[in-house]
């Protein structure tokens, strides 16, 4: 049995407006309420972090609850047996979006929001659930409720660190989450004298103390009335809140480190999850013998995750989630994507699941990259640790992991396939590890027209849905029948294709005007204290040992700047620019670092005139397509070379194809063609 102890279903409905999808039919939309019970001293829970400290009920059981959503097939012996579980990006969904080409929405409904009704087709149960504990009401979100850790009577205390950018002027308050979305943990008191409040302008700078008396834990309250000063707004004392009279500088990071209260049991995210998906995929009832919505109609179940919820994934595999309470597997299949190097934040004492991976500028000394790296077993040579993501061969998944050019400049993706000195790794038989060459953490599969941000550049177009939909193909068949997916495509530093920032400097191209990164984000060593194998993250900030402890290395490029190695989408087969996985900031806004995941657009020159011109260094389009129609037939080969590879599906050319037409436009900046 697992702990799930009762199913509340508040809705059902059809889905689509009961359209038909082929031969698997309609579907129906379930969303309700999982209840669950624990044994905190059970070995299945046992490590999760201050579970022994949360309030019991009168049996001393520890309990929780989780907000899902279940979109079916109606007639589940015409679906495909198969559920896959969305993990939710900060409380969003977002498997149905990059797997269907859809609209983003956490209320899937209409038949707009199936897109190209992808996983419908193929008869997927497509399941969500919460597991971030810290999250806030609003926009949908779907919620965890966890219960806080005490010491009996008396709350817990402990130091939490957080930092804060603004992205623009006029920004006076933020809450000490740094995110609105999220549960501040409240300071101990509203005097400054638990707390230090600092700036600098970039990571590594020293950090210059902001005086007690320049800031305050205040709120502003805004709305309610206009006067002849404009709109009405007021300050009110906030332990959850940070509030600077002079407004925060555009571009700065500041970081308060100040003592805390309330912790919430986060690390019960993982157990939430385990002991769904486990009731889904085995049992009949729930304890009040009210039936499994999925009775009898899952065999394999599959998680997704993107960025926070791939770092998820990979620790709810390590921590030896992937085995519920009755020693059975939960997810057949794992597909962490963009994941970068890391997970190891969430189950930990005043963890903030929000966080972001640790970039070059911002969050940079967040815990959340700290070994092991690899699905394969290494030694850290900076401590003598042994230790790998893959320990439990009976119910560790199969693993497709996918990261973009993103990773390898912002998330130290390299290290997931090499060792701690950047030596390659050799990929265990069950995880196939693909780059999406030249594109970005995050591609909107139905991207108009080129979108900016506080980088210098356009952000990366390069498309790449279509790989999402191969990937599911290639695992369902991988663990259906044991057809294997195609081998591992990542660069590597032993055929050349993997390489130090200072050879990847030689290689690309000098772009007139172009900024480039002044190094590839490094992974610090850093010591949290005593009980940080606890999760207990006591010295804050943490104490960097050295600030360059790995080998952290990036893909080599051609003569446009495109990376040559790993999965190549078709427009960066077929280029219409360069397309990087690095956006550098601009000036006044920490100009010169790279910017969060953003990756960049560089259009080619549009004709050999337009080359001479600027001095620019690339060929130029006309040079490569003598018109629309050779480049539509560039596009094509590619993405049939893709097909032939088994990256891409057949239904996902004309696609391609039509995205195209005319130069590409208006995704692709092109003038004058």
């Keep these: 049995m697992t702990n799930l102890i009762s199913i509340e279903i508040h809705e059902q ?37 201050d579970i022994d400290k949360a309030e019991p009920d009168a049996n001393g059981f520890v309990r929780f609850a989780t907000d899902f959503s279940i979109l079916k097939p109606l007639d589940l012996t015409r679906g495909n047996s198969g559920l896959l579980f969305d993990t939710g990006n900060r409380g969003n969904m977002r498997a149905i979006q990059y797997y269907c080409d859809a609209p983003p929405t956490n209320d899937p409904r209409t038949l707009a929001h199936a897109g190209n009704g992808f996983l419908f087709r193929r008869g997927y149960t497509v399941v969500a659930a919460a597991w971030q504990g810290d999250l806030l009401p609003g926009q949908g979100r779907m919620l965890l409720d966890l219960p806080v850790a005490k010491n009996a009577d008396k709350p817990i205390t402990g130091k939490v660190r957080t930092e804060f950018i603004a992205s623009n002027a006029g920004i006076y308050c933020f809450p000490l989450s740094g995110r609105s979305s999220t549960r501040s943990h409240p300071a101990i008191s509203l005097n400054q004298d638990h707390a230090t409040l600092t700036r600098r302008q970039y990571q590594t700078d020293k950090r210059q103390i902001v005086p007690n008396h320049l800031w305050s834990f205040a709120r502003v309250d805004v709305g309610g009335g206009l006067h002849a000063t404009g709109a009405e707004h007021g300050f009110a004392p906030s332990l959850e809140h940070i509030y600077l009279p002079g407004g925060f500088e555009p571009g700065w990071i500041y970081e308060i480190v100040y003592e805390a209260r309330d912790p919430l049991v986060m690390g019960l995210g993982h157990v939430a999850i385990r002991d769904f998906v486990s009731f889904l995929k085995y ?156 594109t970005q953490h995050t591609s909107d599969p139905n991207l108009i027209r080129p979108q900016t ?202 696609r391609c194809i039509a995205r195209a037409k005319n130069w590409s436009t208006p995704l692709h900046d092109i003038k004058g063609l």
Aim: hydrophobic share 35%; proline share 8%.
């Design 283 to 438: 049992e009949q009832t729930d304890e009040a013998n009210k039936p499994n919505p999925l009775i009898g109609g899952i065999e394999r179940a599959y998680v997704y995750g993107r960025s926070q919820t791939g770092r998820l994934i990979r620790d709810f595999i390590w921590r030896g989630f992937n085995e519920d309470a009755s020693g059975r597997k939960v997810f057949d299949g794992a597909l962490p994507h963009v994941s970068g190097a890391g997970g190891k934040w969430l189950n930990q004492r005043f963890a903030n699941a929000v966080v972001a991976g640790g970039q070059q500028h911002e969050d940079h000394y967040c815990p959340a990259d700290r070994f092991p790296f690899a699905y394969s077993e290494t030694t850290d040579h900076n401590t003598g640790k042994t230790d790998t993501i893959l320990k439990r061969p009976t119910t560790d998944p199969y693993v497709i992991h996918t990261q973009t050019a993103t990773e390898y400049w912002q998330r130290r993706g390299s290290l997931v396939h090499t060792d701690t000195l950047g030596n390659d790794l050799a990929i265990p038989e069950k995880v196939r590890i693909y780059a999406w060459a030249s």
């Design 13 to 49: 409905q059809p889905f689509a407006e009961g359209t038909s999808f082929g031969e698997v039919g309609s579907y129906e939309l379930l969303k309700g309420r999982a209840h669950f019970r624990v044994d905190p001293l059970a070995p299945a829970q046992a490590d999760v972090v």
């Design 453 to 654: 941000s506080d980088g210098v550049n356009y952000l990366n177009v390069a498309q790449t849905s279509m790989l999402f939909r191969a990937m599911l193909d290639a695992m369902d068949a991988w663990v259906t029948n044991g057809t294997p997916p195609p081998p591992s495509a990542i660069p590597k530093r032993s055929e050349g294709t993997l390489i130090e920032y200072e050879e990847w400097k030689t290689q690309f191209p000098a772009i007139p005007g172009q900024l480039i990164p002044n190094s590839a984000n490094q992974l610090p060593l850093m010591d949290f204290g005593p009980n940080e194998l606890k999760g207990f993250l006591e010295r804050e900030p943490p104490t960097v040992i050295s600030e360059a402890a790995y080998k952290v290395l990036v893909p080599a490029v051609d003569e446009d700047g495109n990376e040559v190695a790993g999965v190549r989408c078709p427009m960066v087969q077929a280029p219409l620019g360069t397309y990087t996985g690095w956006n550098i900031r601009k000036r006044g806004i920490g100009g010169g670092a790279m910017h969060e995941f953003s990756g960049s657009y560089i259009p080619l020159p549009e004709t050999p005139e337009i080359r001479t011109a600027t001095g620019d260094p690339r060929e130029s389009i006309l040079s490569r397509y003598k018109n629309a129609k050779s480049y539509i037939e560039a596009i094509e080969t590619a993405a049939r070379s893709l097909v032939q590879a088994g990256f891409m599906l057949e239904e996902d050319v004309s």
